[in-house]
């Protein structure tokens, strides 16, 4: 959710003599004063002596030419600004559009304007000036950034208190994200925004909301219209407090049906009579009850959703218990047939209220676990979201405009459609920070519940087809070179717990772009590293790979692809065992894609990951150090432990002599 205002700054401005100073002392005093300083010093209001709970400066101006650049300097710190005019000078009132507010524009400032008319004492008996609509619109129609017109009179003092009241609102809930005063309808994104609120709240997805998700949602429209007090916001993304009475909910009804025949049907409330509900609150001047749905629904004042969360250095992050849980709700929710599966169609109802399914462009359903009708199943579509890994030192104040960049990889993309989900309350609480990766390789155990895996190997050697096979999908004899990069994730139990594991392949593209990308390795928690038993040239391609980029320090497998087929030597100093012997490490594992003889090698990368001394240190104490720093330190301890025989060995000659 965005950040509230804590602070608002108004600044009142006007030609001479039409009542500022009187304006600011009258509401400080409660009472008039005649006799008052040119420009009053600036005012603090504290939160609790105002309706919106915000501190409130207000600051005073001279339009004298000598105090010009303070005025503009003011004029440029200010969160909204205040023209006061005198109701009986029309001069006064016509520099507000040809003086002032160009002014005001001149100097590049786009805030929220409010026009202040002061001294309709001066009118006699009948204060109420029924042409004030004319006049005004006229200027709000040339000038947007106008929000509204307030009239007062300092001498009485009459509607003193809500000139500053709707400053305020001004800042707080703006018109111009939300409507055209121009076209006078709701702009495309406020749009978008209510409508996906809309079929959040639509619990049974039958198109409209009945009595009971009226009253579960609480519509802002119904409290105002009844002025029942905002009692707050809730849990399960209510707006407001108490149920309404069935009389209240008909005569809002009734109010839709007149204006908009299709906005009410008899399953209850639509799509289109929700939306206008909310312009007739917009138009009406109501702004604070669209956006208090708005921002309780996860949106800014720009209307994206706006989320922040802090992730340290070589941290990853993994959904929580009570993300897994959303997820798993938000499923059998929308699983219609009760086949434990998820069709295309019940898919895109899912994603109905975000910008689309996330995971197109990576290539789903191929990622992930499905059924025989290619239906992705409950395990898969909590697979596709338990990684969602990130690794900065930065703290994200996200803004999701666009969705360009919609990967499986990328905890933003997970945090913003828990908002575009409906998950209810603070959508970091669904996502859990783990500890840095280095100091969990220190002791030696990794509590994660989530594994990233890096599969490298050289062309042709199967890691395409070892990647789809942990995801179940069938050999295929056709050989695809892997252009972009490709990734799955699966379920893995292990001792008991369930892990997930995602498996990244790169594509010859991408491959030597990760293995130079510092950052992009300390998120890898295994390497695989894939080579074909029957090609000889095979191995020597993935030992060099390691060694040349010096990647002794993260745990690693082999994997030895193709054991169905002749096994031949492979050209390269050490044959496969005998190197991963030397380096400390498990020999090859040896699998068959094609005849599924697979050894357990998914589980042994999580447990890999799970436990790196396995792999760092299991026989070779220089397990990390350069090929050259490993042979230097050889031989000096070789020749530490000659000079300790030679030493040993003289003193014992000396004894016997």
Not at 28 to 47: G, L, R
Not at 279 to 286: D, H, P, S, V, Y
Request: proline fraction near 5%; charge should be negative.
């Amino acid at each position: 959710m965005s950040v509230p205002i804590q602070v608002v700054r108004v600044l009142l401005v006007g030609d001479p003599h039409v009542g500022k100073s009187t304006i600011i002392t009258s509401l400080i005093k409660e009472a008039f004063v005649a006799n008052i300083q040119h420009v009053v010093p600036e005012v603090t209001i504290p939160p609790e002596w105002t309706r919106e709970k915000v501190t409130t400066r207000i600051v005073d101006s001279s339009a004298r030419p000598e105090n010009k650049d303070q005025l503009e300097a003011e004029i440029r710190k200010a969160d909204v600004i205040c023209i006061v005019y005198a109701v009986n000078d029309t001069e006064s009132f016509n520099r507000v559009p040809e003086f002032w507010l160009p002014y005001i524009r001149k100097l590049g400032r786009n805030v929220p304007v409010v026009l202040v008319g002061n001294k309709i004492d001066l009118r006699g008996e009948d204060i109420t000036n029924e042409s004030l609509e004319a006049q005004i619109t006229p200027v709000m129609n040339e000038f947007k950034e106008v929000e509204t017109c307030v009239e007062c009179s300092a001498k009485q003092p009459l509607n003193v208190s809500e000139v500053f009241y709707f400053a305020q609102k001004a800042v707080l809930h703006p018109t111009a994200p939300l409507y055209d005063s121009r076209e006078h309808t709701l702009k495309t994104a406020c749009i978008d925004a209510l409508r996906r609120i809309f079929r959040l709240c639509d619990f049974d997805k039958d198109g409209a909301l009945d009595d009971e998700e009226i009253n579960e949602f609480q519509v802002c429209i119904v409290t105002d219209s009844f002025g029942r007090t905002n009692k707050g916001l809730n849990e399960k993304s209510k707006c407001f407090g108490s149920p309404l009475q069935r009389q209240e909910l008909e005569s809002v009804k009734q109010v839709v049906k007149e204006a908009e025949p299709n906005g009410v049907t008899e399953r209850g409330l639509t799509e289109i009579g929700f939306l206008y509900l909310h312009t007739l609150f917009i138009q009406r001047g109501r702004l604070e009850t669209t956006w208090t749905v708005l921002r309780q629904f996860g949106y800014g004042n720009d209307l994206s959703l706006r989320l922040r969360i802090h992730v340290p250095p070589e941290c990853s992050v993994e959904l929580s218990s009570d993300g897994y849980q959303f997820f798993t709700d938000l499923f059998q929710n929308f699983d219609q047939d009760k086949d434990g599966a998820l069709k295309n169609v019940e898919l895109d109802a899912l994603f109905s209220t975000s910008p689309g399914n996330p995971w197109i462009a990576s290539g789903f359903p191929e990622t992930t676990i499905t059924n025989e009708s290619n239906s992705v199943t409950l395990q898969g579509f909590l697979a596709q979201w338990r990684f969602v890994q990130k690794h900065t030192s930065r703290v994200l104040d996200i803004q999701y405009a666009s969705f360009s960049m919609t990967t499986l990889l990328d905890y933003k993309t997970t945090l913003a459609y828990l908002a575009y989900l409906g998950y209810n309350g603070d959508t970091t609480t669904a996502l859990k920070v783990t500890k840095p990766r280095k100091t969990d390789r220190k002791r030696g155990k990794i509590q994660r519940a989530v594994f990233s895996c890096y599969a490298f190997g050289a062309t042709g050697s199967g890691k395409t087809s070892l990647l789809k096979a942990f995801i179940n999908r069938p050999f295929s004899e056709t050989y695809l070179g892997t252009a972009k990069p490709y990734n799955v994730v699966n379920s893995i139990e292990i001792g008991g717990a369930e892990k997930y594991l995602v498996i990244q392949e790169f594509g010859c593209n991408y491959e030597t772009e990760i293995l130079q990308n510092k950052k992009k390795l300390e998120s890898c928690d295994v390497i695989c590293f894939v080579y074909d038993s029957s090609d000889g040239n095979s191995f020597a391609h993935v030992a060099n790979l390691r060694n040349r980029h010096d990647l002794g320090s993260i745990p690693c497998v082999f994997v030895a692809t193709k054991s169905d087929q002749d096994l031949v030597p492979q050209k390269y100093e050490l044959q496969p065992d005998a190197y991963c012997r030397q380096e400390g490490l498990s020999v090859p594992i040896s699998v068959s894609v094609k005849d599924n003889v697979m050894a357990d090698v998914f589980h042994r990368f999580v447990e890999v990951g799970m436990e790196p001394p396995i792999s760092l240190f299991s026989s070779n104490v220089l397990f990390g150090l350069p090929p050259r720093a490993k042979r230097y330190a050889t031989v000096t301890a070789v020749s530490a432990a000659v000079a300790v025989i030679a030493y040993f060995g003289y003193r014992l000659l000396v004894k016997h002599e």
